[in-house]
């Protein structure tokens, strides 16, 4: 039986990195210690990391500790309006995305939609104000424009 | 007289009317994200960085500090007025603030906070300007070999000194380092782990990792604790502690100074070792240690003091040597980078002035912030009340445009989402995300300090150990990661961590 779920996750994160690191970085040339090529550096931390990560799930296996954590899918919302404001921000312009980035994201946490509208319009305002005229920075609020 | 030239050097540099503004505006925004909960002083800079990259170089990290000494002293805010800490190094806070909050206290709490503060920053400023010149004359002498053992011997520091579990973090380090070799190897050309994105050819900024490990993971993180905290937010009023509580703290704050100030300069010491160290040798030999935790005002103000001296004195590693100690220093090694500024030694006798008048604005933005504070701390507890389910849409809207404001390119608004899931994921699993953005800055940099190291040595891995001061540095790391595996240090640090 699995003692520490999630030191034992952890674990099986850090080999996993340290072996993806390895196989992606497969022809990168190493060289050698006197003349060290690209592959050196990276190819030695991703066998260090994949000792850690080695002795950590077997930590986890045997000393007791936290469990797996449970994941809430409501903390994805604010990730997933960020990457809505990052698709939208060209065909949308600033305004339409950072609306689209204040709605996904106000459904995390007591949605209420008059709420969440006069967020939007308040924050269009405040870019405007301090970012594009304050700041001048080059914003295009509107699409095309 | 050395001393006093170069510090009038320094104050006439950051005298200067559009300093003392870029200061003032850094600590007053600094302070306005600090309050907001859930939001500690990386994310703060991350934030707010992108704002001052027009700047002239000297200005930008002037107003960087001032952001980021606002940010800390926010935070207590927070910590005091809502028992929510907004990093680590002002957990230790809530517990004797917010009970003093809660009798009433809450004023005298943020009062002497920002008067220990200020005390706790003019001497340690000071040391700054005394020490820091040494270490870097020191540091000059430095060769690649010595360089590569002080960043093990700082990561292991990093490593030893935080919180949490020793084996995760130093994954996390291993992690961030690879993490920062990613886009065209400096002396190949080669690219590495670019994946066929164009826009990795240059690397990732340390904004946009910052940006994603710190902020968007901690609103992430935020939203998962679904019960809503108490809140006690009473009329905040006497904000001026009597002369008797002035008595009170006085030893307080000068121990915390001293604790302060030493554990700034470590690695991975600063803010966060300095505030528990104070509070819990304040507890060990207080006359009726029962107080504690039940609003003494000792356990205020000598942590208070602690973290803004370690605060001060994190900066001499970072100036003298080039080796960021924490989180919000990393992000000021990226800035001086960005500003075309190679941080080392060399910064002193290269860039005079900008040294000079960073640490004289260190000393002018704690005299701002104690000014600042005290008159518009009503508006900082109004910013407390909004409720965080509208805090956190804008919060997040101001992160996305600090990411696109760089070149306008929506690639770093798509990497910050996913560091910030790799963030959160990370949390929740234990692993902490400052040695991760530790190993990411200083990656480039090791990897560059080995090659040279064995080029000159001929390939022979022993120039680390035969070289005096490289030995000393690498002794004292694996003394470091031994005596933490001893059981016996690690009941202890888990007694000092738990407060």
């Known amino acids: ?145 | 007289m050395d001393l006093f030239n170069n510090l009038v050097m320094g104050f006439s540099t950051a005298a200067t009317a559009s300093n003392l503004m870029y200061c003032f505006i850094g600590v007053t925004l600094g302070t306005l994200i600090g309050v907001l909960p859930g939001i500690g002083p990386s994310a703060t800079l991350a934030m707010l960085l992108p704002m001052t990259f027009g700047l002239p170089a000297t200005t930008s990290l002037i107003m960087l500090a001032g952001i980021f000494y606002g940010a800390q002293y926010g935070g207590s805010t927070t910590a005091i007025l809502v028992n929510l800490p907004g990093e680590a190094s002002s957990a230790v806070t809530t517990l004797d603030g917010y009970q003093m909050a809660r009798q009433g206290r809450g004023g005298v709490a943020l009062g002497v906070s920002a008067i220990g503060s200020f005390f706790g920053g003019t001497i340690a400023t000071i040391f700054v300007a005394l020490f820091a010149p040494f270490l870097a004359s020191v540091a000059l002498s430095f060769g690649p070999a010595e360089y590569f053992s002080l960043m093990i011997f700082g990561l292991i520091g990093a490593v030893v000194l935080a919180s949490g579990s020793i084996l995760k973090a130093i994954g996390m380090i291993l992690f961030g380092l690879v993490t920062g070799l990613v886009g065209t190897d400096v002396q190949t050309n080669a690219l590495r782990f670019t994946f066929g994105f164009d826009d990795l050819f240059d690397g990732m900024d340390v904004v946009v990792v910052a940006m994603g490990i710190f902020a968007f993971s901690e609103i992430a993180m935020n939203l998962d604790i679904s019960e809503q905290r108490e809140r006690f937010l009473s009329k905040v009023k006497g904000l001026y502690p009597t002369w008797q509580e002035i008595k009170q703290v006085l030893a307080p704050c000068t121990r915390g100074t001293i604790i302060g100030t030493i554990l700034g300069v470590l690695p991975g010491g600063g803010p966060l070792l300095a505030s528990f160290s104070a509070y819990t040798i304040e507890k060990k030999i207080a006359m009726e240690p029962g107080r504690f935790g039940h609003g003494a005002i000792e356990g205020v103000a000598a942590p208070e003091t602690a973290n803004n001296a370690a605060a001060q004195t994190s900066f001499i590693p970072l100036l003298t040597l080039g080796i960021p100690t924490s989180g919000a220093m990393a992000l000021m090694l990226g800035a001086m980078i960005l500003q075309g500024i190679s941080p080392g030694p060399l910064v002193m006798t290269n860039v005079p002035d900008l040294f000079w008048g960073m640490i004289a604005s260190m000393w002018i933005g704690n005299g701002m912030l104690l000014i600042l504070n005290l008159p518009l701390i009503g508006m900082w507890v109004k910013l407390l009340t909004v409720p965080y389910r509208l805090l956190f849409p804008a919060i997040l809207a101001f992160c996305c445009i600090g990411l696109i404001s760089f070149d306008n390119n929506t690639f770093d608004v798509f990497l910050g989402a996913a560091f910030g899931l790799l963030g959160y994921i990370m949390v929740k699993l234990g692993c902490e995300p400052t040695p991760f953005l530790l190993g990411f800055i200083l990656g480039p940099m090791m990897e560059e300090n080995l090659r040279r190291a064995l080029v000159m040595s001929r390939g022979d891995a022993t120039v680390f150990f035969t070289r005096p001061i490289s030995a000393v540095f690498i002794l004292l790391a694996a003394g470091l990661l031994i005596s933490v595996i001893l059981p016996s240090v690690q009941a202890r640090r888990k007694e000092a961590f738990s407060g």
């Not at chain 1, 990457?83 to 994201?105: M, Q, Y």
Request: glycine content about 12%; charged content about 10%; hydrophobic content about 65%.
């Open chain 1, 1 to 145: 039986m699995i003692k520490s779920g999630q030191d034992f996750l952890a674990g099986l994160l850090f080999l996993a990195m340290g072996v993806f690191i390895l196989i992606t970085g497969w022809d990168l040339p190493v060289g050698t210690a006197r003349r060290m090529l690209q592959g050196y550096f990276p190819s030695l931390v991703a066998w260090l990391l994949c000792l850690v990560g080695a002795i950590l799930s077997v930590k986890g296996v045997i000393t007791p500790g936290a469990p797996v954590p449970r994941f809430a899918i409501r903390s994805m919302l604010p990730l997933i309006a960020v990457v809505a404001f990052g698709l939208l921000l060209r065909p949308a312009g600033l305004a339409g995305a950072v609306t689209v980035l204040i709605f996904i994201s106000s459904f995390g946490l007591s949605f209420r939609f008059l709420d969440a509208l006069a967020l939007s319009i308040f924050m269009i305002i405040f870019i405007w104000l301090v970012f594009v005229k304050g700041l001048g920075l080059p914003l295009h609020l509107w699409p095309g424009l």
